[in-house]
Nanobody, 123 residues
Framework: VQLQASGGGLVQPGGSLRLSCAAS????????IGWFRQAPGKEREGVSY????????DFVDSVKGRFTISRDNAENTAYLQMSNLKPEDTAEYYC?????????????????WGQGTLVTVSS
């Protein structure tokens, strides 16, 4: 089982990045996907979620209107499109997979976790 997050980097405030989460070793379409982030010295927080079918999404308030989430079940990949990035978005971003369509309420339902990809928003 593997979740491979990629696409992070250094971007100026107001810029955009698209993170990818490539899955292998399990049946991707049967798992909801969440994106989480952890900034230095802060607790991990759930950022965005997409249900197994892609019909339902959710976002933490601080990114609503700026981030979108999508998935391609044929390609076993989920995406987090981040726009109008702010310095406070700087963090390590992780994707995770849950067999339940429970949203971001409980990180413990996410069974598989990928390694992080670092996003740095700075001028």
């Amino acid at each position: 089982v593997q979740l491979q997050a990629s696409g992070g980097g250094l971007v100026q405030p107001g810029g955009s990045l698209r993170l990818s989460c490539a899955a292998s070793g399990f049946t991707f379409k049967y798992y909801a996907i969440g994106w989480f982030r952890q900034a230095p010295g802060k607790e991990r927080e759930g950022v965005s979620y997409i249900s197994k079918s892609g019909d339902s999404t959710d976002f933490v308030d601080s990114v609503k209107g700026r981030f979108t989430i999508s998935r391609d079940n044929a390609e076993n990949t989920a995406y987090l499109q981040m726009s109008n990035l702010k310095p406070e978005d700087t963090a390590e971003y992780y994707c995770a997979a849950s067999p339940f369509d429970y949203g971001l309420a409980d990180a413990k339902v996410f069974e598989y976790w990928g390694q992080g990809t670092l996003v740095t928003v700075s001028s």
